[in-house]
């Protein structure tokens, strides 16, 4: 019996030391946490300036941006908004060519909707012109009547502001959220010049082109062609006929001496 008594007591001790060592090892393994996702890069920030320093030249315009402050507009829905802006940028050139109407006449605040005018407030990429086309004519940066018709011909962008007619020539930079088109004109908002516009000029005739002089002569109805007659054969035409005229004198003033 006290046998028996041992046995469960040593019985009992061991499971006590089991149970011990197990809650030992519990409160000694670290917590396990889940990874915390990395946050999202923050959007890189785009300095139109730059841009518009090493392409082009777009000098004039970017001089026209800055004069009217409207460059710190640009850059603020570029940076500063979800929906990302879309620029129309005239070369130097397009600006040197302009000559009716001129820019010269307009007030600060006209000058201001001119460049808000080459803007959309939006980001689109080349292929989003197609469905620009179905919806134009489509507001600009400047709102109210400002706006532009977009047109897609076989993959090319045409822009039609009333006064301008030109179409985007090459990308400058389309990555969201901005897009920089270059456009062969300025564009001229009616909304400012007015409706009275012009007639556009009517292209130049094309050029009459004079046949070789080594080309062949034109083809009788026998297939040979017509040599043009010398000098020398019109002569002796006219030898024959004087010969022949001369016989028939002889011969009536002949049969006259006869009945005489």
Known sequence: MEKMEVSMALMIS?????FSSANAQKAASPPTFSPTPAPAPAPEHVNLTDLLSVAGPFHTFLNYLESTKVLETFQNQA???DEGITIFVPKDDAFKSLKKPSLANLTQDQLKQLCLFHALPHYYSFAD???LSQMSPVSTYAGGDYKLNFTDVSGAVHIDSGWSRTKVSSSVHSTDPVA???VDKV???EAIFGTDIPPMPAPAPAPDVAPPADAPSEVSDGGA????SSPGTNSSHRNI???ICSQL?????????LFL
């Open 187 to 189: 564009l001229l908002p």
């Open 14 to 18: 061991a499971l006590l030391l089991l």
């Open 225 to 228: 062609a017509s040599p043009k």
């Open 79 to 81: 940076n500063n908004t």
């Open 129 to 131: 012109f197609k469905n």
């Open 180 to 182: 920089l088109y270059q």
């Open 249 to 257: 004198i002889l011969a009536v003033s002949g049969l006259m001496v």
């Open 241 to 243: 006929n004087w010969g």
